[in-house]
């Protein structure tokens, strides 16, 4: 299974990107799929996740009401739709897949893309 995540860029502080992780090599819909992020200096984090079918979605308090999680399977593609976003959003986005029933912990990921950079300047 490969996962190419997309989308990243530069943006102002209240401003808006969404990102998409494009699946290959499996069938979207066998994993719960989920974002992290990684800035530097720092561990990498739990941003946000969402379970196979899509009815259930995970996110962490600090983007909380401002990100928005989504899966297309049909297209085997999964988003994150980030709103008024802050400097401290600053950080590579990862997106992944499990087959584990947990959404939080990164050891429970299979299958990680290779990253995207956002920016969010002050």
């Known amino acids: 299974v490969q996962l190419q995540a997309s989308g990243g860029g530069l943006v102002q502080a209240g401003g808006s990107l969404r990102l998409s992780c494009a699946v290959s090599g499996g069938t979207l819909s066998s994993y719960g799929m989920g974002w992290f992020r990684q800035a530097a200096g720092k561990e990498r984090e739990f941003v946000a996740g969402i379970s196979w079918r899509g009815g259930s979605t995970y996110y962490a308090d600090s983007v909380k009401g401002r990100f928005t999680i989504s899966r297309t399977n049909a297209k085997n593609t999964v988003y994150l739709e980030m709103s008024s976003l802050k400097p401290e959003d600053t950080a590579v986005y990862y997106c992944?897949?499990?087959?584990?029933?947990?959404?939080?912990?990164?050891?429970?990921?299979?299958?990680w893309g290779q990253g995207t950079l956002v920016t969010v300047s002050s």
């Open positions: 992944a897949a499990r087959r584990s029933y947990y959404y939080s912990d990164a050891n429970d990921y299979d299958y």
